[in-house]
């Protein structure tokens, strides 16, 4: 009798998963908001979300079967002349989380994020942080690169911003840094400079976002670096907060 109930069940469960798969893909999202939350993998590259508020689970996809998903994109017309798609690279499971606009010139050629002379400052900023390109995940708003380097056009973030959502609903960061002025924009769903937003926690759907300035112009203004290492520091501060020690030791 146990067995027949046990089976009973998970036949409900099943049947309840794939009810709200449907209605995930009808609406054309895959998980619930919210800021990260125990997993349980079920079979490769699929997890079910333990959401505690919610008392339920639902099926997230994981990062191989987003990529999987994406595919030889040619959802936009950046496809027709792109090198190669930059996905994303670092942590599956990271608590921290940059996103940039788009891939360079660089990144297109060798189909990975922030290589060129912004990302080997990124990665700068993220080691005097205590952690490391392979334990954050660092991604971009678009994964192909805009002729000329321009910046995406609507249409464009639009077509790529579903597999966005993919990637932090995948990751679930307990925190988000919004590189540039386009990120922090579409990240938050607003219209305003980078100087009015950053310093600052910004929620979205229960993760929080530190808006601050890209890489890229740090280059062209130093002067700011202090003021991005400032933003980095209330980062820090708050992963100290909610337990999160970096693998290594940040600088202070």
């Not at 932090?168 to 922090?184: D, F, M, T």
Request: glycine share 10%.
């Amino acid at each position: 009798m146990a067995d027949v109930e046990m089976a009973d069940e998970l036949a409900a469960l099943v049947a309840q998963i794939r009810g709200q798969l449907s209605r995930h893909h009808a609406a054309g999202t895959w998980a619930a908001p919210g800021g990260p939350t125990a997993r349980r993998a079920i079979e490769p590259g699929v997890e079910v979300v333990d959401d505690e508020a919610a008392g339920t689970g639902i099926m997230r996809r994981g990062l191989p079967q987003v990529r999987a998903e994406l595919g030889e994109c040619t959802r936009c017309k950046l496809h027709e002349t792109r090198k190669s798609i930059v996905f994303g690279v670092g942590a599956e499971d990271a608590p921290l989380m940059f996103v940039g606009e788009a891939p360079g010139e660089q990144e297109d050629r060798r189909g990975e994020p922030f290589v060129g002379p912004a990302g080997e400052l990124l990665d700068k900023m993220i080691e005097a942080m205590g952690w490391s390109r392979q334990t954050v995940y660092i991604n971009n708003i678009v994964c192909c690169r805009p002729p000329g380097n321009r910046n995406p056009q609507p249409d464009e973030v639009s077509a790529c911003k579903p597999f966005l959502e993919a990637r932090i609903a995948a990751i679930a960061p307990r925190i988000i840094v919004a590189l540039g002025r386009p990120a922090a924009n579409t990240l938050l769903g607003v219209d305003a400079p980078i100087s009015s937003l950053r310093g600052t926690f910004h929620d979205r759907n229960g993760i929080k976002v530190m808006p601050t300035f890209h890489p890229a112009y740090l280059l062209r203004e130093p002067d700011r670096k202090r003021d991005a290492w400032a933003d980095l520091k209330l980062v820090m501060a708050e992963l100290a907060r909610l337990g999160i020690q970096p693998p290594g030791t940040p600088r202070g």
